[in-house]
Structures are given as structure tokens and as C-alpha cells.
């Protein structure tokens, strides 16, 4: 076969959540996979080492303007260049005409719900708003057009087949994320001094990994914390990443705490090789969410000993399974409370550590890429057929 895979943002400094997924599934089908033949389309950007061709993997560079026009435009001609059999698009939307069998991974149908959009209206960044829009016109179209779908967990399984009456439809698959193997308890007190420093982290914290996103439930987060400190008299900060200040002291005016500012630490953004040094380093991994599709953070944090509260909603207990303490998100209380018990009850606490450490193993990102390429294998079969 020739596969095509789109790698648009890989290349980016800033990277996230389904960047890492693509580098991720890329990195592990190189190592597996010495007999078909990958064009890896990307945007040039100046993280290009983070990606090595190899024998029959090679990276292609293409310029072509704004995200839209990139994808809508110089990705389907450079896949038919390249004599793609199979043009696998990694993030939720793909190239409405193309005449390359699509393969599409469609991680959340988050911005299709319209309860979400009610929070949007109110909340999201003008940015955020116009990539809800793009993918809300896009992928109706994408799900249409594609031979192969894969999404990140039963739940948004169940979730997308609701909303497109794909039920019975053999082309809906649930392919589980990993976890990265440096994520991983620390034990190197050289390296935990190092991101310390680095990132300014006080002694006693908590992690939370929220942002501008409605979902994240950063409000509710920060109002929990706020009950926390009230209620306790303990000397705790939240550390939070990468979070615009004007942005959080609305929050913190809506709370009505804006003193809440002195015991927040923003690091700003964190290269993810030293992300495990954080969390090793905090109290409690704290995710909230309204609403996600996997929860990869979750597993890291695990997988790093460190005890998790996360939601009832959406993938979480999926994900989680019995080795996270559950909440109702819509309950900050529920937070608050979930928190001093950790903080209270050490066996409780050790228990969570240990199941976390057990439950993050399961999840590996060599089986997602024996999985997907299973399915690539699969439509080309069908298409040969």
C-alpha cells in the first residue's frame, strides 16, 4: 500500500492533544510497519525534529495558506501526487473532494451538540468559534465521504453513531489512545529540581491542565479550589498551564475571588517531556471536564503515581475505570470534596495511586498503531476487492 497520513500542525512548537495523538500513531507505525510505503503531509514549522523519515516513510512539506484552505486544497493534490491508495486524516476533519479513499480519525463530535454551543456563544475565543463553525460544516460531509472512521473510545462511539444513524455501520471504529512510556513515576531529583526551577513550581499543588475551552470546566475547577483553600486553611497553589490571564480574572471576578490570583501559578507552555516531572510533583491531578471523548492527561498522570479526580460524564469513567475518584463536574462541591478526602485518607490516596499505576499499562500506543494499520489494511482490501 501507500499511505497517506495528514500531519498539518506536527511540525508546530505549541503542540496538543490530537498533534501528539498523530505524532504518536506515525512514530509507533514505523517501528511496526517496514512494508508499506507513508507520505507524512505536513506544514513546514520550525519543530521539524520532532518527526525522522525513515526507508519508507517520507515527510512532505506543504505550503498552502490557513488551515481550511491547506486541507481543502494542497492536501488532496499532494496525496494524488504521491499515488496515495489510502489518505489517512488525523483530526477530525479531511479534504471534502478528494479522490483518495478517505480514512478519517474523528475524535469528538463535541462542537455538532448543541448544549455545547449555548456554553460557546459565551465563553470561547473568537478563534475557538471559528474552528467549532469549520468543523460543524465540515465533517457532517467527511463522515459521509469516508470509507473508514475512527474515533478514541466506546462512549464517542456510541456517540457519533447516534448522531449520524450509523448504528449498524461497519465503517465506525474505537481505537483507545495510549500513553506515552516517558510518563512515568520520577525518581531523578536532578530532574524534578530542573522543571521546578523551570516552571516556578511552589512546594504544595495541585495540576490542572485547563484552558479557554468551555469543556475543560475551568470555572467550576477554579471555584472548587477556592472552597478548597476556605475550608481547609491549607497553603495550597493550582498550577495551570498555558491559560490567557484576561481570560482568568473573568473567572475569578465571576467566582467572586479574585484574590484566588496569588495562589494560581501559570506556567505557561511546557514542552511535553517535562510534563511527568510536573505531575510527580503535585498533590492531586485534577480533570473536571465537562465533556471528552478519551482523557489522555488522566492515564499521564497515572501513570506517574500521582491520584486523579475526574468526571462522571462522557469517556472519563470509561477511561478511568476504578482507579480515579469520580465527581459530578456540574457540583464543584463535589470537587472540593473530593479533594480533602484524598488529602485526609492515606490509604485512600495510595489506593488511587496504585490502581492508577495498573490502569494506565492497559493503554499503549503500539496497539493503537497494530489497530490502525489493521484497518488500513482492511479498506484496501475492500477497495482491491
Known amino acids: 500500500m ?13 503542540k496538543h492533544g490530537m498533534d501528539m495523538v498523530a505524532l504518536e500513531l506515525i512514530k509507533n507505525l514505523q517501528e511496526i510497519d517496514h512494508d508499506n510505503n507513508y507520505y507524512v503531509f505536513v506544514k513546514p514549522d520550525e519543530d521539524s525534529s520532532v518527526l525522522q523519515e525513515t526507508s519508507n516513510f517520507k515527510i512532505i512539506p506543504l505550503n498552502g495558506g490557513s488551515y481550511p484552505k491547506w486541507e481543502q486544497l494542497a492536501l488532496p493534490k499532494a496525496a494524488k ?84 444513524g450509523m448504528h449498524s455501520d461497519n465503517r465506525l471504529e474505537s481505537v483507545y489512545n495510549g500513553v506515552s512510556e516517558h510518563f512515568k513515576i520520577v525518581t531523578n ?21 485547563g484552558n479557554t475551552d468551555p469543556k475543560k470546566n475551568t470555572k467550576g475547577t477554579l ?57 510527580a510533583q503535585c498533590d492531586i491531578f485534577l480533570y473536571p471536564s465537562l465533556r471528552e471523548s478519551f482523557g489522555i492527561p488522566m492515564l ?17 469513567p470509561e477511561v478511568a475505570g476504578e482507579a480515579a475518584h469520580i465527581i459530578d463536574p456540574f457540583k464543584y462541591e463535589d470537587i472540593t470534596k473530593g479533594m480533602i478526602k484524598i488529602l485526609d485518607d492515606e490509604n485512600y490516596r495510595k489506593t488511587l495511586v496504585n ?31
Not at 536532578?190 to 491542565?209: C, D, S
Not at 498522570?301 to 460524564?313: E, F
Request: include cysteine; aromatic fraction near 12%; charged fraction near 25%.
Open 2 to 14: 501507500v499511505i497517506g497520513i495528514e500531519g498539518q500542525r506536527l511540525f508546530r512548537k505549541n
Open 81 to 164: 501526487a504521491h499515488g496515495c491508495d489510502v489518505l489517512h486524516c488525523t483530526s477530525n476533519t479531511a479534504p471534502l473532494f478528494s479522490d483518495i479513499p478517505l480514512i478519517t480519525t474523528l475524535h469528538d463530535i463535541i462542537y455538532m451538540e448543541s448544549s455545547y454551543f449555548k456554553i460557546l456563544k459565551s465563553s470561547a475565543t473568537r478563534y475557538q468559534k471559528f474552528g467549532n463553525v469549520y468543523r460543524k460544516i465540515v465533517v457532517p460531509k467527511v463522515v459521509k465521504n469516508s470509507k473508514k472512521i475512527i474515533t478514541v473510545s466506546n462512549f464517542e462511539k456510541k456517540r457519533i453513531g447516534e448522531f449520524f
Open 189 to 209: 531529583d536532578l530532574e524534578l529540581k530542573r522543571v521546578k526551577e523551570k516552571y516556578n513550581l511552589p512546594e504544595k499543588y495541585f495540576f490542572f491542565l
Open 223 to 279: 471555584k472548587a479550589f477556592s472552597d478548597f483553600l476556605k475550608e481547609t486553611g491549607l497553603d495550597y497553589k493550582l498550577v495551570m498551564l498555558d491559560y490567557d490571564k484576561s481570560e482568568l480574572d473573568k473567572l475569578l471576578i465571576e467566582i467572586e475571588d479574585r484574590s484566588l490570583i496569588d495562589k494560581i501559578v501559570l506556567t505557561g507552555y511546557v514542552v511535553n517531556t517535562d510534563l511527568p516531572a510536573i505531575y
Open 300 to 316: 499521564e498522570a497515572m501513570a506517574c503515581g500521582v491520584p486523579v479526580i475526574t468526571s462522571n460524564t462522557s469517556s472519563m
Open 355 to 385: 490502581k492508577g499505576i495498573e490502569r494506565s499499562k492497559i493503554f499503549s500506543w503500539k496497539n493503537m498503531a497494530h489497530q490502525v494499520l489493521n484497518l488500513y489494511e482492511e479498506m484496501y482490501n475492500e477497495l482491491t476487492a
